[in-house]
């Protein structure tokens, strides 16, 4: 059975699949990261890669039941796939500061953690400070 040339849309002919896995500073290459551990982001959603990408004027499809194939948690956090057009039909570039997919997940990477959502759960920060004092506690048992 040969694939039919009209088996992919036309309209998403040019769009490339972000899966969040790919800018996660949680996992490693093998587990799907594609950028630089500095520049990867913590955790990051398919809703926040679409948010981004959107508010910069680029053409974005977000297909929330879509999942990474390498990502074994099926958690509702992990699911989505962020289709983003490089080019147009012609194959000229539709944003000429994205040549690459590349350059699109470095840009979502660095924008995200500005974003409104991030910087207030940052403000928050309580569960951190608690989990440290845990630590400290059970440091102190052991040491009786």
Do not use: H
């Amino acid at each position: 059975m040969a694939w039919a040339a009209s088996a992919v849309p036309s309209e998403k002919s040019r769009f490339i699949c972000i899966y969040p896995a790919y800018i996660n500073n949680k996992k490693t290459i093998a587990e799907g990261r594609r950028i630089p551990l500095d520049k990867a982001v913590e955790n990051p959603t398919s809703t926040e890669i679409q948010d981004v990408c959107a508010a910069v004027g680029l053409n974005v499809l977000l297909e929330k039941n879509k999942m990474y194939p390498r990502e074994w948690n099926r958690d509702a956090q992990y699911r989505g796939r962020v289709r983003v057009q490089l080019k147009m039909e012609d194959g000229s570039l539709c944003q000429p500061q994205f040549p690459t997919r590349k350059s699109v997940m470095l840009y979502a990477a660095e924008t995200i953690p500005k974003l409104k959502t991030r910087t207030q759960k940052m403000g928050g920060s309580d569960q951190s400070l608690q989990q440290g004092e845990g630590g400290k506690k059970g440091k102190g048992k052991k040491k009786k």
